[in-house]
């Protein structure tokens, strides 16, 4: 019995006149009420906001560890099995006609600089650093803190959060999302990739529903990643003057210092977003690419070049080696306090799983930011742009900016300089350590400025892709008040949630949000098989019937 055609349409109404004009009123309001919930809760009734928040993060910590892991590990599977089969992996998302838009290297800068960039500006010394301290290798006694033995457990632990799993997190939404727009004509967001699964059932409420998931998912992960920026921008700041308001007696940004930080940013990445994806957010990626290969190149050379190198070529063999082992292990607490059980499962929880929901709640964003500069590439070159590539930038980034910190401490006198300040201040005190004052201001002038560029590209994607879900998939930069305005709320939101309880209440928001996404992406997985499936099948029955025609 022959297939039934494809789906390639869905009717997603949008009003055709007044404020929400092109837009899907339903996604666009349900999503401001939600959002605008959350705000007035958070900044209201910060103390209560604060509490609650903690309380559901954890009952999500202590019940769904297992959950992140396996999908995570199915996420990388469904991206790699369809880059290396024969039949998948020559699909030319779009059509064999098409082109891409964008050269390669502003299509790798885009990615990069919206995916993970200001994330590792931040985590690339501290990571390391904390890992070399302590690791589950550590914990086991397979290898001893603070040690020369315990530095390629450091790297290895380190790359395993920024390297496949979080590439594949993001490349499984955005070609998905890809293939479904532009092979079968579908709108641009989010539900069109389960069109296979649930049909035309996505043209209404379920569909809105899943749309609003992900713009609240999307706010949120977005909103992590710019609470850890901003805390790094007055790091820097603080670095540069010395002011002391920007800083308190912990060494870490004050909320004033990050709030400041933070309406600078939203007000350069508003006015770039409603340049569009290709002007403003073009030009900032590659500039902060530009800006990235200098500081690599400094530390390659002014570094602990052969520490650092060593670092990289050995950690990406224990990473390919372990990988398995590490997405598929899950540690659960004995309930004895001290224990090696009930510390693994700890260190996992804390770094791990929130890591993966991390990435979760930004892959609506990066993954739809991915199809939107993707069209004209192949599935096999996809995967190797979005998913492989980034992960051994990431591992040049943390052997090199990491390495460097690790090796300072552990072999050229840095003592605590480093591994004494906190997590937004590391990269700006492994600096100060090696340069003179004059040479450290001028390199933390470079890093403050990549690290403006690299918050105002993630901000401003994030909004252009916000609206473009709430406009049905349209991806033209179209209702400039509307951009404005989700400046303004993804604003609120990290602001409200620094009042309620600094950076943990916005991750743990983010948490909470992320969850329901992790299944919406599952699904699109195997939305996408089936649909490729269905795919060759047709094929292989319309050049059997051509045969038997001929014949």
């Keep these: 019995m022959a297939l039934p055609p494809p789906i390639t349409g869905l009717d997603i109404k949008t009003q055709d006149s007044g404020f929400y004009e092109g837009f899907s009123k339903f996604v666009a309001v349900g999503s401001k009420l939600l959002l605008g919930a959350l705000i007035l809760w958070a900044i209201v009734f910060p103390e209560a906001a604060g509490s609650v928040l903690t309380g559901i993060r954890g ?16 996420y990388i599977v469904v991206c790699l099995v369809l880059a290396i089969w024969p039949a998948t992996g020559k699909i030319r998302l779009g059509g064999n006609d098409s082109k891409p838009e964008f050269s390669s290297f502003s299509w790798f800068s885009m990615m990069f600089g919206a995916g993970i960039g200001i994330g590792m500006l931040t985590y690339a010394t501290g990571e390391p650093i904390y890992h070399f301290g302590t690791n589950p290798d550590v914990i086991v006694g397979d290898a001893t803190a603070s040690s020369a033995d315990n530095v390629r457990s450091a790297m290895k632990w380190s790359f395993l959060h920024w390297g496949f799993s979080a590439w594949g997190c993001y490349a499984i939404v955005g070609l998905a999302l890809a293939f479904f727009s532009y092979s079968r004509g579908l709108p641009l967001t989010i539900r069109s990739g389960l069109t296979p699964l649930l049909g035309k059932s996505l043209e209404g409420p379920l569909g809105h529903i899943i749309d609003i998931v992900s713009v609240i998912a999307t706010i949120l992960g977005v909103s992590v990643t710019l609470g850890y920026g901003v805390a ?13 308001w920007l800083m308190n007696a912990e060494g870490n940004p004050t909320n004033a210092a990050m709030i400041f930080a933070l309406v ?13 994806v290709g002007k403003g957010i073009k030009w900032l990626s590659n500039i902060n690419m530009g800006l990235s290969f200098f500081i690599l190149a400094f ?8 520490f650092a190198l060593q670092s990289l070529f050995v950690g990406i ?11 598929l292990t899950v540690w659960k607490s004995d309930g004895v306090e001290g224990s090696v059980a009930t510390q693994l499962a700890g260190w996992q929880g804390g770094w791990t799983i929130f890591y993966w929901a991390w990435w979760v709640a930004f892959a609506p964003f990066v993954g739809l930011f991915l199809a939107r500069i993707s069209k004209g590439r192949t599935i096999r070159e996809y995967v190797l742009g979005a998913m492989i590539v980034p992960s051994i930038m990431c591992f040049v980034w943390f052997s090199f900016a990491g390495g460097t910190a690790i090796d300072l401490t552990l072999n050229g006198g840095a003592g605590d300089q480093i591994t004494g300040a906190g997590l937004s201040s590391q990269l700006f005190a492994m600096i100060n350590y090696m340069l003179s004052p004059a040479l450290a201001t001028l390199m933390s002038v470079v890093i403050v400025v990549l690290l403006l560029t690299y918050l105002v590209t993630s901000a401003d994607s994030a909004v252009l892709i916000i609206n473009t879900i709430a406009a049905a998939g349209d991806e033209s930069p ?12 993804l604003t609120l939101v990290i602001g409200g949630l620094l009042l309620a309880g600094g950076l943990g209440a916005i991750n743990t928001a983010m948490i909470i949000g992320a969850l329901p996404f992790s299944f919406i992406m599952a699904l699109m997985g195997v939305s996408l098989f089936k649909a490729l499936v269905r795919d060759g099948m047709r094929a292989k029955s319309d050049e059997a019937a051509s045969q038997s025609a001929a014949e």
Excluded: E
Aim: net charge neutral; charged share 5%.
């Design 264 to 276: 600078v940013v939203m007000a350069c990445s508003t006015l770039s977003a409603l340049s569009g």
């Design 478 to 489: 179209k209702g400039r008040v509307h951009i404005i305005t989700w400046g303004l709320i």
């Design 59 to 74: 009952a999500i910590d202590a019940n769904t560890g297992s959950w992140y892991m396996y999908v995570m590990a199915f």
């Design 232 to 244: 790094q921008f007055a790091a820097g700041i603080h670095n540069i003057t010395g002011m002391g």
């Design 317 to 327: 063999f224990d990473y390919i080696i372990s990988l398995p082992a590490m997405v």
């Design 299 to 306: 530390l390659l050379v002014f570094g602990s070049t052969m």
